[in-house]
Nanobody, 130 residues
């Protein structure tokens, strides 16, 4: 069983930065889809960013230009660098993994609640407040 574990959450002021990290217990495929999601209180889980087999990256419009997803190789942690944070970014942030490529997931079942992902971490809280 693959396990994901997020870390790096915390509380910062607006305009601040945080870097989230997600470790993967076992690499099963060299091609996969890794992504970050978030869920704010009372809201549905939403997609934030994804990386396809460590190459192509995509971002939700709300975070484009401020967040950067990266993963050097399949054995390294998945990272999310978040800059210029805003109060509306407050949420629990989850990393997730599919053993399919992102393009395949997008074409089939990339929608709430599971977004077609096979594995999920337990989440890390990010709070933006002055």
């Amino acid at each position: 069983q693959v396990q994901l574990m997020e870390s790096g959450g915390g509380s910062v002021q607006p305009g601040g930065s945080l870097r989230l990290s997600c470790t993967v217990s076992r690499v099963t495929y060299q091609t996969d889809c890794m992504a970050w999601f978030r869920q704010a209180p009372g809201k549905e889980r939403e997609w934030v960013a994804r990386i396809d087999s460590g190459e192509e990256t995509k971002y939700a419009d709300s975070v484009k230009g401020r967040f950067t997803i990266s993963q050097d190789n399949a054995k390294d942690p998945l990272l999310l660098q978040m800059n210029n944070l805003k109060p509306e970014n407050t949420a629990i942030y989850y990393c997730a993994k599919s053993e399919r490529r992102c393009k395949e997931v997008l074409s089939t079942d990339f929608h709430p609640p599971a977004y077609g992902m096979d594995y999920w971490g337990k989440g890390t809280q990010v709070t933006i407040s002055s």
